[in-house]
């Protein structure tokens, strides 16, 4: 398969629709670069498309875009647009399904509880989709996040509203202090390469294969450890309790999607320990009616719903909720909670936004409360714990004046993949959960009990040895505060220490950089940034993707306009959009009212970069002229607020495409580094400009009404054109 000069990945959801909108403005203006810029499908819909080819018609088939791509990131050549995808829960996984169905195509029902050999090939097959399926096998790269300069210099110059903090706020975090991944885990660097088998000796001896063989090269970072579900149930029962004699909001904090075996078993304790009378007296009842409750409460009420009982265990749920303390929501206005579904409460952006309204949540009557924030596993709950602190004592953070945060992130090859890879198992039985090597040698073992979640994660040498000199080259260039967020008194840290504390000296740059424990880190953070300083958070993958949300949504109001490359280790680039989601509820207000509050700003700092690193590695000087001009056009965006409002009426994501094209346009026009380049962009300018009215109108004129994308997951191409590209008069501007 050939590939363009940039791929822009097709994904889901917000910026998907924005994608109708704004990559015909970019292949535009690419090609007088003679640049290509082409599409690869990595959408969940997409993905499972790929998956099942022999249920299809030779016109439904699509190529498995994501193996592609994870075979072309490994190559010098390759540069990459990412934008924000799905990482599906089983509730999404299974709506998407449904909804492909309903379109003709012939795919196989998820089985949740699979019977025979045939369900479970294709348990495993849909398995391999779940959680983040995509970003391990594309990030062949450490990440290096921040704010752009100028994303950074509008915030500060146009600070976001901050809710107040008051000292007495009994907002707080509640998390394991035993028998959590964090207090079970072990860890072990491996002197040679290595294969592992994972096996459950039962208590009478026999024993279980839970994973045949595990391939491992020399250097390579092996955890393993487990959370105790009994221990779990005792702490969830006890912070159910407590919330309701504090008299404040209960919620729960996950990430179900990212780690996709282990949380979503979690969410589903946390709804059974909720709903404890319930499933008391009618356990048999819901499991004989297919109640899964790690699928949600939402989940739970629609299959209630068909039980020969459903008025009785409706009845008993409504009176278990009333005798709970009141439950965070995600929707007040439609009664969704914070259990209703595993994927709708991510710990990564909800505990940042509540952190900046205040420490406040949406409670069922509308109005807003203090919240218990629980966070089972103790891992990282000090990063929030310690935050939360840091704003009762000191007050909110203001963006007008903050420094900023950045990010080294150690994630290339999986790194640090904790409970999301197929090293993750609910045990069925009590015993011994060990990982042999070949010579019969136990590396790691645990006592275990049935319902323990037990997982292991592995992190490579050469990706290590890449962050820490992502690190250096990054501090050396900012000059400025530089943490390596690690706990030597933590099993994997203190491993991982042992590879940055000699690289560090043998660099002669050990005295450039701090290393604390997460706690320490989050309050020296705050404190260097609340004097309007920066610092470098150099960490390990889970806590990349918590602190690219948590900084950012605090400094910037959001984590969607930060700047994200990586720098793919053979050499190539992958520039992400942001850490921001994919937004349901902007699909959901477009879909009502014809108004997409998207902001595409991350895209925009992505191109600019993807195409001056093309100008360097493709020696085509007319791209690098393409880039700077970007940069140039997102600063118009910025500085002429021409950024997406959030009501219908307002601007929305269509305008900012406009805009965008005709800063871009007026700046390749109006440089002079390349004559030719600034001829072919001079009508193009001046038609964008002698139309700007015109095309404004003609946005304006659709907002406002229901509009029919021909899908959720699977949209069709030719109605989502018409919905993002309504202006005839760009259209034939732009081609």
């Not at 221990?231 to 008299?247: E, I, R, S």
Request: negative net charge.
């Amino acid at each position: 398969m050939d590939n363009p000069d940039i791929v822009y990945t097709k994904v889901d959801e917000a910026p998907e629709l924005a994608s109708a909108s704004f990559l015909p403005i970019v292949q535009r203006f690419a090609s007088e670069a003679n640049v290509t810029v082409g599409t690869r499908d990595i959408s969940l819909a997409g993905r499972i498309i790929a998956t099942f080819p022999e249920n299809l018609t030779e016109e439904q088939r699509q190529t498995d875009d994501l193996a592609h791509l994870g075979q072309l990131v490994k190559t010098p050549e390759a540069n990459v647009i990412k934008l924000p995808n799905i990482s599906a829960s089983v509730p999404q996984l299974v709506a998407a399904v449904t909804e492909l169905q309903s379109q003709g195509y012939d795919l196989p029902d998820y089985p949740e509880n699979p019977a025979t050999d045939a369900e479970n090939a294709i348990r495993a097959r849909y398995d391999a989709i779940k959680g983040s399926a995509v970003n391990p096998v594309l990030r062949e790269g450490n990440s290096d996040r921040r704010a752009a300069v100028a994303v950074k210099n509008y915030a500060q110059a146009n600070p976001h509203r901050m809710g107040v903090w008051s000292s007495d706020s009994k907002t707080t975090v509640s998390t394991m202090s035993a028998d959590d991944f964090r207090s079970n885990e072990k860890s072990a660097t491996l002197t040679k390469a290595a294969t592992v088998r994972i096996e459950l000796v039962a208590k009478d001896g026999s024993v279980t294969v839970l994973k045949d063989s595990v391939s491992y090269p020399a250097g390579t970072v092996v955890d393993a450890t487990f959370m105790s579900a009994k221990a779990l149930d005792t702490f969830l029962l006890d912070q159910v309790a407590a919330t309701k004699a504090a008299g404040v909001l209960f919620s729960i904090h996950l990430k179900a999607t990212m780690m996709k075996v282990s949380d979503p078993i979690i969410f589903g304790h946390a709804v059974k320990a909720f709903l404890k009378p319930v499933f008391d007296q009618y356990g048999d009842d819901l499991a004989a009616a297919g109640v899964n409750p790690n699928s949600g409460l939402g989940a739970l009420l629609d299959v209630v719903a068909t039980s020969p009982k459903a008025t009785e265990i409706q009845k008993a749920i409504e009176e278990a909720i009333a005798d709970n303390p009141p439950l965070y929501m995600v929707n007040s206005d439609k009664g969704i909670t914070n259990l209703h579904v595993p994927s709708d409460v991510i710990i990564d952006a909800s505990i940042p936004a509540l952190i900046r309204a205040g420490g406040k949540g949406w409670g069922p009557d509308g109005s807003e409360s203090d919240t218990n924030c629980v966070i089972p596993d103790s891992s990282y709950a000090a990063v929030y714990d310690e935050a939360i602190k840091n704003c009762k004592s000191n007050g909110a953070l203001d963006p007008s004046t903050a420094g900023t945060v950045q990010n080294v992130g150690l994630m290339a090859q999986k790194a640090e993949e904790y409970g999301s890879h197929p090293t993750t198992f609910e045990m069925p039985e009590a015993g011994t959960v060990r990982m042999v090597l070949e010579s019969g040698d136990v590396l790691h073992e645990h006592e275990v009990e049935a319902g323990d979640i037990w997982r292991s994660a592995s992190t490579r040498q050469a990706p290590i040895e890449d962050w820490v000199q992502l690190a250096i080259d990054r501090q050396a260039l900012e000059e400025c505060q530089a943490i390596f967020w690690l706990d030597a008194s933590r099993a994997h840290d203190a491993e991982l220490l042992k590879y940055v504390k000699p690289l560090l000296d043998k660099a002669g740059v050990a005295d450039k950089f701090l290393i604390l424990a997460p706690r320490e880190a989050t309050a020296l953070s705050f404190d260097t940034i609340r004097k309007g300083d920066t610092s470098i958070a150099v960490t390990g993958n889970v806590l990349r993707d918590y602190l690219t949300d948590l900084f950012p949504i605090l400094e910037l109001g959001t984590s969607a306009k930060m700047l994200s490359i990586v720098k793919l280790m053979q050499g190539g680039g992958l520039f992400e959009t942001g850490a921001g989601g994919s937004a349901p509820k902007h699909v959901q207000q477009l879909v009502e009212e014809n108004h997409l509050r998207w902001d595409s700003l991350g895209e925009f700092c992505a191109l600019g970069e993807s195409l001056k690193y093309l100008a360097q590695v493709k020696d085509n000087p007319k791209a690098m002229v393409l880039g700077k001009a970007v940069d140039a056009a997102t600063q118009g965006i910025l500085d002429n607020d021409k950024s997406p409002g959030r009501k219908v009426g307002q601007p929305d994501n269509r305008d900012s495409h406009f805009y965008f094209a005709l800063y871009w346009a007026q700046a390749l026009a109006a440089q002079t580094e390349d004559p030719e380049m600034a001829t072919a962009f001079e009508p193009l300018a001046k038609a964008l400009a002698d139309s700007e009215e015109k095309i404004v109108a003609d946005f304006a004129a659709v907002q406002g009404r229901a509009v029919d994308t021909g899908g959720y997951y699977n949209t069709d191409a030719a109605k989502t054109a018409a919905v993002m590209r309504p202006s005839a008069t760009l259209n034939d501007i732009i081609g």
